[in-house]
């Protein structure tokens, strides 16, 4: 299958100060990638779909403006946590895609570890 | 929301047929049935998926009913390494961009 990166996997930050995670297809070009979040022992709650090229769709109850989601190319998007607090500690996930429809799955990345001391 | 239901967890004996059920009782004519797999820490695995026939791949069998309200994935012969939670979603791959929702999944525990 497909290969989807991320960096860094993990990353300590003081608070205050904003991180911006890497996710990158590496064999594909993705029109369509999705950033997650999940907390310990809870499932993976969606934040947004980005889209190559335009803004990023966030879910309800996300924060654009803390979020900020940029998809400048078909291989890279990134999501940078701004003032980062410790309530945003997570395992940030983004998932690619070539596109919607049956036969273009969902290839996910192996996460990035956010600890906001 | 998630629109499926699963067990929370489950046990399964090392090399013994794994049936993991979900129901999905609202699942709408265009909506296809997904499971994946989370290894602890790690990105979720895609594992396979089906429309209303029955599906089977190198990894698991998905058995849909039929009238499609609820399904089953099959591990024929689950390792240890099969330990994971499993995620059924259902999917409307034309609309909403094919975007996943997560529900809360089956924790599997083979055991030796």
């Known amino acids: 299958g497909a290969v989807v990166s991320q960096h860094p996997s993990w990353v300590i930050c003081k608070s205050g100060t904003s991180v911006k995670i890497e996710c990158r297809s590496l064999?594909?070009?993705?029109?369509?990638m999705f950033w997650y979040r999940q907390f310990p022992k809870q499932s993976l709650m969606l934040m947004a779909t980005?889209?190559?090229?335009?803004?990023?769709?966030?879910e309800q109850g996300v924060e654009k403006d803390k979020f900020l989601i940029n998809h400048a190319s078909l291989t890279l998007s990134t999501l940078t946590v701004t003032s980062a607090h410790p309530e945003d500690s997570s395992f940030y996930i983004c998932?690619?895609?070539?596109?919607?429809?049956?036969?273009?799955?969902?290839?996910f990345g192996p996460g990035t570890r956010l600890t906001v001391l | 929301d998630a629109k499926t239901t699963q067990p929370t967890s489950m046990d399964c004996a090392e090399g013994r047929a794994a049936n993991l059920p979900c129901n999905h009782s609202?699942?709408?004519?265009?909506?296809?049935v997904y499971w994946y797999r989370q290894i602890h820490s790690q990105g979720p695995q895609y594992i396979i998926h089906?429309?209303?026939n029955n599906e089977t791949n190198e990894m698991a069998s998905l058995i849909i009913t039929e009238d499609r309200k609820s399904s089953t994935l099959i591990l024929p012969h689950a390792t240890l390494r099969d330990t994971a939670v499993y995620y059924c979603?259902?999917?409307?791959?034309?609309?909403?961009?094919?975007?996943?929702?997560f529900g809360q999944g089956t924790e599997l525990s083979v055991k030796p």
């Open positions: 979603i259902v999917r409307d791959v034309y609309n909403q961009g094919g975007k996943l929702i």
């Open positions: 980005s889209n190559e090229g335009s803004k990023a769709t966030y």
């Open positions: 089906g429309l209303k």
């Open positions: 064999d594909f070009q993705a029109t369509t």
């Open positions: 609202t699942i709408s004519g265009n909506e296809y």
């Open positions: 998932s690619a895609t070539l596109g919607a429809g049956v036969y273009n799955e969902q290839f």
